[in-house]
């Protein structure tokens, strides 16, 4: 029962920081919208555009695994004493939540894409 609770936790983490990461984004590109529309203006193509939002969004997904993978090994190491528990941070499952991560906010990052394409340089 605890692996569901967990498995499940994490699903709606998933979808909830998911929201969060698309709505930092969404924010970014509209408050440089103008920017993107000069860039476009100048000869920079869509796709350029695109994997610069790509790559912010990178760049978020590490900030923040960071610091909760940090909190993570703490509350674990807590929760282990408190309980007698045997739980442990695996590198497979730090690897797991990395890869949701970046995965996230890859997602989140091609969504909010779509106001850079209807940028008009004019």
């Known amino acids: 029962p605890i692996g569901f609770i967990f498995n499940t936790?994490?699903?709606?983490?998933?979808?909830?920081g998911g929201i969060i990461v698309y709505q930092i984004i969404y924010t970014q590109v509209s408050d440089y919208l103008h920017v993107y529309a000069t860039l476009k203006a100048i000869g920079y193509a869509n796709h350029y555009l695109i994997m610069t939002v790509i790559q912010d969004a990178f760049?978020?997904?590490i900030l923040g695994y960071t610091p909760g993978f940090l909190v993570s090994l703490?509350?674990?190491s807590f929760v282990k004493e408190a309980t007698r528990?045997?739980?442990a941070m695996s590198l497979s499952r730090a690897l797991i939540v990395l890869f949701l991560t970046?995965?996230?906010?890859s997602i989140a990052g091609m969504?909010?894409?779509?106001?850079?394409?209807?940028?008009?340089p004019a």
Do not use: G, W
Request: hydrophobic content about 65%; proline content about 3%; charged content about 15%.
């Open 9 to 16: 936790l994490a699903v709606i983490s998933f979808i909830f």
């Open 59 to 61: 760049i978020m997904s």
């Open 74 to 76: 703490k509350l674990y």
């Open 85 to 87: 528990l045997p739980l």
């Open 102 to 105: 970046f995965a996230m906010c």
């Open 111 to 120: 969504l909010a894409v779509n106001k850079i394409r209807s940028a008009d």
